[in-house]
């Protein structure tokens, strides 16, 4: 009939109380990186760029290769250069210095409306800052269409959600803005010891206490994310891309084929990961050096290449070479985390729909200009004779 069946749930083994919940006195030992520092400046001149600072800085190639080698000290490009854009307001980076355990989430270009979390515990209220990162389009819709509450200090409100306005979007693209409070949650929040990502078109409906209780302090993990439905392959994923009109479809050939010129192999249980794909919409982590060094490379993946997070992400664990360590949860907790709301508005961009590169050659206006400038830079490899693996399509296109 076309219809969506509803999402296959299973009961998540949580605690039975959020007040019995053991907090962990002292953070996970840092066993690979002890020290990470962040490029502040966009080096425009050794790049013979004109073109005003980017929020991913020029990265070069062989800058993103070095990126992968793990030494204890780094220093590595993560977003945020020198008036690159997504700027916070004092007031809330001042509110942020105090938030040690964050839920945050994220909407941007109008699409959603605040939801309020549900089954949240008073300890939980008191501990943590439920900070929901928006744009100035989003802000401006948010309080047109909902009560927002101000503080005595200028803190704005939506019920639980503390407003976070992020000025000057850094992107073209409204989907490659998301992915900044999303992937960089670390930089956004740098005070900080743990944290809850959601989209923002979910609702919770689990006490974040129990989440880190089940996802991280119980395993001892550091870093968890749930397994996609279908896909566990990178190229599968990038298939279902292209007939979901995800991006640009020759683009997404492109970066599918730098990843496969680098020994990006199709999944398989030889590689001792449940998945190469995740469910990117949930992130559960603690803010380690290590975490926040895989946030940094994985963002400069979508800063570089394509916006879809969930193909770079298992790229970046193969770089990593098996230093990070991660808890991929089954993918019917993962719906029992959340009640998922349909955006109020869809987002399409003009270049979804692009099926040739000739399409950019009759149009330029189709190229974003601030991200993604990787897929028009000069690869230093020959990608032409670069075969991608034979894709077995277990979704429907949409």
């Known amino acids: 009939m076309g219809l969506v069946r509803p999402p296959h749930r299973c009961p998540i083994p949580v605690a039975d109380d959020p007040n019995t919940v053991v907090i962990p006195k002292r953070g996970s030992p840092e066993r690979f990186v002890q020290s990470l520092s962040y490029i502040m400046e966009d080096d425009m001149a050794s790049h013979r760029s004109e073109s005003p600072p980017l929020f991913g800085g020029h990265q070069t190639w062989k800058q993103r290769d070095k990126s992968f ?112 409070p999303k992937i960089l949650t670390h930089r956004l929040f740098p005070h900080a010891q743990y944290s809850i990502w959601i989209d923002g078109k979910m609702e919770l409906i689990v006490d974040p206490l129990l989440i880190l209780e089940r996802y991280l302090w119980r395993g001892k993990h550091t870093f968890a994310i749930a397994q996609h439905k279908h896909h566990r392959s990178v190229y599968e994923e990038a298939d279902a891309n292209k007939r979901r009109k995800r991006y640009a479809r020759p683009l997404i050939d492109l970066h599918m084929r730098i990843y496969r010129y680098e020994g990006m192999e199709p999944w398989n249980p030889k590689k001792g990961t449940l998945s190469d794909v995740p469910e990117g919409a949930v992130i559960i982590r603690e803010h380690t050096a290590m975490n926040n060094l895989f946030s940094c490379l994985w963002f400069n993946e979508v800063n570089l290449l394509t916006p879809r997070d969930q193909l770079s992400f298992g790229y970046v664990v193969y770089r990593l070479g098996g230093l990070f360590k991660f808890f991929m949860f089954p993918n019917c907790e993962y719906n029992s985390i959340f009640i998922l709301h349909p955006h109020i508005r869809e987002h399409s961009s003009p270049i979804e729909w692009v099926k040739t590169l000739e399409e950019f050659e009759k149009d330029p206006s189709l190229k974003e200009t601030r991200g993604g400038l990787g897929l028009w830079n000069p690869y230093p490899g020959n990608l032409d004779l670069v075969v991608l693996p034979p894709v077995a399509r277990t979704s429907k296109a949409g």
């Open 69 to 180: 080698k793990v030494k204890p000290t780094m220093k590595v490009h993560c977003g945020f250069m020198k008036n690159g854009g997504a700027e916070m307001d004092p007031k809330d980076i001042e509110y942020s210095k105090k938030c040690r355990f964050v839920v945050a989430s994220g909407i941007f270009d109008g699409y959603d409306l605040p939801y309020q979390p549900s089954n949240i515990s008073q300890r939980s209220r008191k501990l943590f800052c439920f900070l929901m990162v928006v744009d100035e389009e989003s802000y401006k819709f948010i309080k047109g269409n909902v009560t927002v509450r101000k503080d005595e200090a200028g803190g704005q409100w939506v019920g639980i959600w503390r407003l976070v306005l992020l000025k000057h979007p850094p992107y073209d693209e409204p989907r490659r803005n998301g992915k900044v």
